[in-house]
């Protein structure tokens, strides 16, 4: 099963190549059909979109999903243009995202003029390669407001979920504006949910309470981007690296910023904060981290932290949790950043142990990210 599986992936690998090599010159290019072929086809797209991973690498880690899309200089720029005031091709960021044929790979954008925009959307597994671009992440925003306790479960309250793959979101906000936490309902209200690989979102904004992102399943980069929430307010079972963002506490009643749910040793699941800023305003404070699965992972690495982070500085959940989660702090500092009240069970991490963390390798970055 697991060999028909690669096979067949490798197979959709190769069509997809093959249109790529096709489809700027009509060349004699047979159909790759040896490991060796696919590899070298695979180099040549790696090239010219300019990853810096090798291509044996990049496959031999081969999933579904890393069926590229094509490169934006092979096909016609596609741009759909959501403006509510009625000066674009739609009005609403639903009717846009509709308008994407299924199976798309070719990179398309769907630019949103600025406003409110009061709408729920779900981005379907099978339209990949979209780019959702924001007039800046102060302007543009996406809302809605539903809580677990209207919808019966904390997936199905997204304001906005993605899973496809290959989505990119820039300089847009995405918002639950569900109230507070008063420990009367249900609470868990998500402003962004994402089980698509590969997502990068640059210069956003998340707003909401508890669980505002959903950070749920595959590899995520989120740069220069503000989360803002209180209880457990990234949370999920991703692999994601968190550059120069800021994580903003609004800490009513005690609360957490991580809520990561690795389940097991083999899983390859955790989250990254590199050179981070966590700001924010009690009158409680927050863990750096709580394990919601038993490996839960979370590193902090040369991240300002304010004084709004519990001395303790993570929460178990679990005492036998303890010997199985890996929470780390690397070069960590502002008042927040004291370790002489950490639990005994969290890292204070050397150079050696914070490398794997650092760099966008640790999302396999070389293989999709274009932009640093
Ligand atoms: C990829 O996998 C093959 C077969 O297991 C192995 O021989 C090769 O060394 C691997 N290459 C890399 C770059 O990991
Ligand atoms: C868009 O986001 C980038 C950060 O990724 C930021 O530098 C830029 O100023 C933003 N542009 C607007 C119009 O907000
Ligand atoms: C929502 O909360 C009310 C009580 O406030 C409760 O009766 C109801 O069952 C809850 N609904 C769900 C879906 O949990
Ligand atoms: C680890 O957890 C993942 C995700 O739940 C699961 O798919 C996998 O089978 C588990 N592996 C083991 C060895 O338990
Ligand atoms: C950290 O906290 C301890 C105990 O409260 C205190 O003695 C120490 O001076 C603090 N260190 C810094 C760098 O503030
Ligand atoms: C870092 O810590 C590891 C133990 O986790 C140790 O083996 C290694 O020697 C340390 N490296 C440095 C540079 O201190």
Redesign the pocket.
């Known amino acids: 099963m697991a060999r028909l599986w690669s096979t067949s992936i490798l197979v959709l690998v190769c069509l997809s190549f093959l249109s790529l090599i096709l489809a700027p010159v009509h060349s004699t290019l047979k159909t790759p059909s040896t490991r060796d072929e696919v590899v070298a086809s695979f180099q040549s797209w790696v090239d010219r979109v300019g990853a810096k991973t090798d291509a044996e690498t990049i496959l031999n880690k081969t999933e579904i999903n890393l069926i590229p899309c094509k490169a934006g200089d092979t096909v016609p720029e596609r741009v759909i243009v959501v403006d509510q005031n009625g000066g674009g091709d739609y009005t609403t960021i639903n009717e846009a995202f509709s308008a994407v044929p299924p199976h798309n790979i070719d990179p398309i954008t769907i630019k949103v003029l600025p406003g409110t925009y009061f709408e729920r959307v779900v981005v379907p597994k099978n339209k990949r390669c979209i780019t959702l671009q924001g007039a800046g992440r102060d302007v543009t925003k996406i809302t809605s407001s539903f809580v677990a306790n209207d919808t019966g479960t904390t997936y199905t309250t997204s304001t906005f979920g993605v899973s496809a793959s290959y989505f990119t979101a820039r300089n847009i906000s995405f918002e639950n504006s569900s109230p507070p936490p008063n420990g009367k309902r249900m609470h868990q209200a998500v402003a962004l949910r994402t089980t698509g690989d590969f997502n990068a979102f640059y210069g956003c904004a998340f707003y909401g309470q508890q669980d505002t992102l959903y950070d749920a399943r595959g590899r995520h980069y989120f740069k220069d981007t503000l989360i803002v929430g209180s209880v457990d307010f990234i949370f999920g ?1 991703g692999k994601s690296l968190y550059k120069d963002c800021e994580l903003r506490v609004l800490s009513h009643r005690g609360g957490s910023i991580t809520a990561q749910k ?6 390859d699941t955790g989250y990254s904060f590199v050179n981070c800023r966590v700001t924010g305003s009690g009158p409680a404070t927050a863990y750096l981290g709580r394990a919601w699965g038993p490996y839960s992972r979370v590193v902090f690495a040369l991240t300002e932290f304010a004084d709004i982070i519990d001395p303790v500085g993570w929460y178990s959940w679990d005492a036998a949790r303890e010997s199985t989660v890996f929470y780390g702090e690397y070069k960590c500092f502002g008042p927040g950043a004291n370790e002489s009240h950490r639990v005994k069970w969290a890292h204070e991490l050397n150079d050696t142990e914070a490398q794997p963390f650092v760099s966008l390798d640790y999302i396999n970055g070389g293989l999709w990210v274009t932009e640093e």
Do not use: L, Q
């Not at 690795?262 to 899983?267: K, L, M, P, W």
């Open positions: 079972d690795r389940h097991n040793f083999s899983e």
